[in-house]
């Protein structure tokens, strides 16, 4: 293709631009003046950055289990997924998000932790066997697929460039309040 042919293709296929001659040849320059004129400045796109879910779900639990966290020195957690089925009041989310939570059982706030799992878990309407840790831990597949209410919203600490999810489990009949003609089952 010559490039008087190439040009005639462009006023075509670009009929609002201009194009102006330059040295015994023809530019095409309409469509970056226009983004030059109107102080264009390029931007980093942010598609894909972590945004937390602000807002009050109805959840299925998915994962309750107990893990080992290599990275911190094989420290003894318990695993809790929360998926997402209705938006009451808040973002909506994509279908590939879970809330998730570590309550690490090794260390100084180990019962602490704990009391915060089992009090989770109850609040909840989910009551495990306490009656030893072998029987707590057994009794986790009881849980999966488990209504829970979550109400969510993001943090983010000093010093990060990500916000953290964070979220608490509530009672059904707080949670039911939020739910209104425009919550969004997915």
Do not use: H
């Amino acid at each position: 293709m010559t490039l008087k042919e190439a040009i005639e293709m462009a006023k075509k296929v670009f009929p609002n631009s201009t194009i102006i001659e330059c040295n015994d040849r023809e530019i095409d320059m309409g469509l970056l003046d226009n983004l030059k004129n109107a102080g264009f400045k390029p931007e980093a796109n942010t598609d894909g950055e972590f945004k937390p879910l602000v807002g009050s779900y109805e959840c299925n639990i998915t994962v309750l289990r107990p893990e080992v966290d290599k990275k911190n020195n094989n420290a003894k957690f318990y695993q809790l997924c929360l998926k997402p089925v209705v938006a009451l009041e808040g973002d909506a989310f994509g279908d590939k998000f879970e809330f998730k939570k570590r309550y690490y059982v090794d260390g100084d706030k180990a019962t602490e932790n704990l009391q915060k799992l089992i009090n989770d878990l109850f609040t909840a309407g989910i009551e495990l066997d306490l009656s030893s840790d072998a029987a707590f831990e057994a009794d986790f597949p009881k849980a999966i697929g488990a209504k829970a209410f979550v109400r969510s919203w993001g943090w983010k600490p000093e010093g990060k460039d990500q916000p953290t999810q964070m979220f608490v489990i509530q009672k059904e009949k707080v949670a039911a309040k939020k739910k209104n003609e425009n919550s969004l089952t997915f």
